[in-house]
């Protein structure tokens, strides 16, 4: 299994970047699929979850309205449109799956894997 994020880098405030994960070694489509931020020094949080099973993706509240979640099943890869940056969002980003017969409710409360991460600065 391999989750490969990209995409991260410097944005100025209030600039766009769109993060990639790209994956494989398993099925898709029988994931859910999310992403998460730290910050430094702090834990990680999950930004937004999707799967093929919700009928919406999940936002948490810092990020609802700015992130948009996306994913292209027949590439096997996730997408994070991260608009109107701050300098706040400066950090790692992750994504994570879990299986879906493991899992219930929007969230992606287990991420069975795990990407190595992307930066992301913002600086004002």
């Known amino acids: 299994v391999q989750l490969v994020e990209s995409g991260g880098g410097s944005a100025q405030t209030g600039e766009r970047l769109r993060l990639t994960c790209e994956t494989s070694?398993?099925?898709?489509?029988?994931?859910?699929i999310g992403w998460f931020y730290q910050a430094p020094g702090k834990e990680r949080q999950e930004i937004s979850c999707?799967?093929?099973?919700?009928?919406?993706?999940y936002y948490a509240d810092n990020w609802k309205g700015r992130f948009t979640i996306s994913t292209d099943s027949a590439k096997s890869t996730a997408f994070l449109m991260m608009d109107n940056l701050q300098p706040d969002d400066t950090g790692l980003y992750y994504c994570?799956?879990?299986?879906?017969?493991?899992?219930?409710?929007?969230?992606?409360?287990?991420?069975?894997?795990w990407g190595k991460g992307t930066q992301v600065n913002v600086s004002s």
């Open positions: 994570a799956v879990e299986p879906l017969r493991f899992t219930r409710g929007p969230r992606c409360n287990s991420p069975f894997w």
């Open positions: 999707i799967s093929k099973i919700e009928g919406s993706p």
């Open positions: 070694g398993f099925t898709f489509e029988d994931y859910k």
